[in-house]
């Protein structure tokens, strides 16, 4: 009898616990996607009537006045510009400089191996702060204002070098060894060899690489705030950001006084400059996708 | 330098010679790899002599202005501290890192859990890849994805209303009460997916024959979650501590700095933004390179500090 109960028991908790864990699951997917989705609905919504509010996952009043006006904008295209060139060069200079420096430090023989990477791996706990590298970038080496402040202060993540190197490691070392033999030299021997070898790993590092330039701001704020040509989207963003929080925090009288004839509000120009910027990540996240969760398994391997 | 020491004393006989002539014969690793240390103690080391300016009187601006910056001791660190605006900034740093530390712990180790359970692949793999996109959206998409979800009139406010939990619409952006739980909210949204990667590898590389042996014995699904997958992750469990004590100071600059607002900033200016503020704004570059080393000194201490403890439970540690 006691058996009989504990077994019945037991059965039922194994099919409730799959229900539960499912429901639970797809709630948390679902509370994932909804603030992108809304986001896409407030885009899409016609400006005025979007200052009511309570929009959930469709527009209530469809409307492409935002993109419009978004799209007739010259300092839009600008910033796409921007953004996008300097994701792609820094990007592969990332890539190019990084991974030369992994395979050296996967050498066993290499006898400054140990030096360097100590000096690396230091850079992930001890930073001089914010002032002294704003003093570095924009007085002493004088980047601010120019391009180049986007490119050269962001070359090399220790992170992912440890990522590459790892990869590297877990490679035969008889590929290095044989072509050793062959005569190659080290320089050889990498682009010939190992980097062809590197690309499940390099498409891992380069996702983090453009999504980290793609989504900085900070920069051009502190270095490139007064010029226009050299803004970048996200920083187009939060600067409409700035705008709808002011609205956002005085009461409804200024949200009145918000309401324009041309059909668009800082926040539908706001939410549709959002989707934009989100765009080019929700396109390259799927191809990349397969290879990331590996690099992250490599990088979590003590440096 | 003991290992390049007896690195080189394997590869020739006399140590100061064959360290150089297999250095030479390694020109071409140099060449790849020499570059990047450079670069890396010019971007990385060299800031570090900006540490002096916290040591420096930039109060007086006609001074400044000429590039006199005479030597003034620990005034900007008596300074700080007597700031009651500093201190804030302190507490609001601890507290939103301790929130974020707490809430993103369990938050992932949970999801982790429940992910671990799911026998079907193809509803696994939809589950992550869903809930590892927000880890990509910059800050700046997310406050802006923030502000609808949160406003008067957005959903949440919505369901907290027709639930019959509120009747008038809760200011959440506009009152600092709010303002740490807030970001706790947001990070925990962002982030919960794409730290569970670490645990799921952790799991994965747990013996399959604990669970076995634990069916065995009787255990049910909660008790083998309890004493087989939870006791598999432990020592990821303790770096991971570790690391996050490392940056208890680092709380997240980009979404105070985003999401609040002068109404809030009692509870939104953690020592990045007070830094900024002093260094960019006021122009007191002094004050502020002393608040900013304070936080560094501070992480490396309670990074070395875990380090050892973790070191003395006999886990496995970080340096």
């Known amino acids: 009898m006691n058996g009989t109960v504990h077994v019945h028991h037991k059965v039922h908790r194994d099919v409730v616990f799959p229900v539960v864990n499912a429901i639970i699951l797809i709630l948390l997917m679902f509370i994932t996607v909804y603030p992108v989705l809304n986001t896409v609905a407030y885009s899409f919504n016609d400006g005025t009537d979007a200052l009511r509010g309570n929009i959930g996952l469709w527009p209530r009043v469809f409307s492409l006045k935002s993109y419009e006006s978004i799209l007739q904008d010259k300092a839009v295209y600008q910033a796409a510009w921007i953004s996008a060139s300097k994701t792609v060069i820094i990007t592969i200079l990332n890539l190019f400089w990084t991974g030369m420096l992994a395979f050296t430090l996967s050498r066993k023989e290499y006898v400054l191996r140990k030096f360097i990477t100590t000096v690396m791996v230091l850079t992930m706990y001890v930073n001089a702060g914010l002032i002294p590298n704003y003093l570095l970038i924009s007085k002493t080496l004088g980047l601010s204002k120019s391009y180049w402040v986007y490119i050269i202060p962001t070359m090399f993540s220790c992170f992912n070098m440890i990522v590459i190197r790892t990869y590297i490691t877990g490679l035969p070392d008889a590929l290095v060894e044989s072509a050793r033999i062959d005569g190659a030299g080290d320089i050889r021997v990498y682009w010939q060899i190992i980097f062809p070898l590197c690309m499940p790993v390099l498409a891992t590092v380069a996702l983090f690489v453009a999504v980290g330039s793609w989504n900085s701001w900070f920069d051009t704020h502190l270095y490139c705030a007064g010029q226009k040509a050299l803004h970048s989207l996200q920083y187009l963003l939060k600067m409409k950001l700035a705008t709808t929080q002011a609205s956002a925090n005085a009461a409804k009288t200024s949200a009145d006084a918000l309401k324009s004839t041309t059909q668009t509000t800082p926040i539908t120009i706001r939410c549709a400059i959002t989707v934009i910027s989100t765009v080019p990540i929700l396109v390259v996240y799927p191809f990349l996708q397969k290879y990331f969760v590996t690099g992250m398994a490599l990088g979590s391997v003590k440096g | ?319």
């Open chain 2, 1 to 319: 330098m003991v290992g390049i020491a007896r690195d080189s004393r394997q590869q020739a006989p006399s140590r100061g010679k064959g360290f150089l002539r297999t250095l030479c014969s390694q020109w071409q690793m140099m060449l790849m790899s020499v570059p990047m240390l450079l670069y890396v103690l010019l971007f990385n080391y060299a800031p570090m002599w900006g540490w002096a300016n916290a040591f420096l009187d930039y109060t007086n601006k006609r001074n400044v202005a000429k590039g006199i910056t005479p030597w003034y001791g620990l005034e900007n660190f008596k300074w700080l501290f007597s700031r009651a605006d500093f201190i804030q900034s302190i507490r609001n740093t601890l507290a939103m890192s301790v929130i974020n530390l707490v809430f993103g712990t369990i938050s992932s180790i949970l999801l982790a859990v429940l992910l671990n359970e799911v026998r079907r692949r193809n509803f696994k793999r939809t589950v992550q890849t869903v809930t590892y996109l927000p880890h990509f959206l910059s800050m700046v998409i997310v406050v802006s994805m923030a502000q609808n979800i949160f406003a008067s009139t957005g959903p949440i406010n919505q369901m907290l209303i027709s639930m019959g939990a509120v009747r008038e619409p809760v200011f959440f952006l506009g009152e600092g009460k709010y303002f740490w739980w807030l970001v706790g909210v947001i990070n925990v949204w962002k982030e919960v997916g794409w730290n569970t990667i670490i645990y799921i590898s952790a799991m994965t590389a747990i013996d399959p024959s604990l669970y076995e042996a634990a069916a065995i014995d009787g255990a049910g699904r909660f008790q083998r979650i309890l004493h087989v997958t939870l006791p598999g992750i432990k020592s990821t469990f303790v770096i991971l501590l570790i690391m996050n004590i490392g940056h208890l100071m680092e709380a997240g600059f980009e979404i105070q700095y985003l999401l609040g607002s002068s109404l809030v900033r009692d509870f939104s200016t953690t020592i990045d933004i007070f830094v900024l503020e002093y260094g960019t704004e006021k122009l007191n570059i002094g004050v502020a390179t002393a608040a900013g080393m304070f936080k560094s000194v501070v992480a490396i201490i309670l990074l070395v500090g875990a380090n050892f403890v973790a070191k003395r439970l006999g886990e496995d540690t970080l340096i």
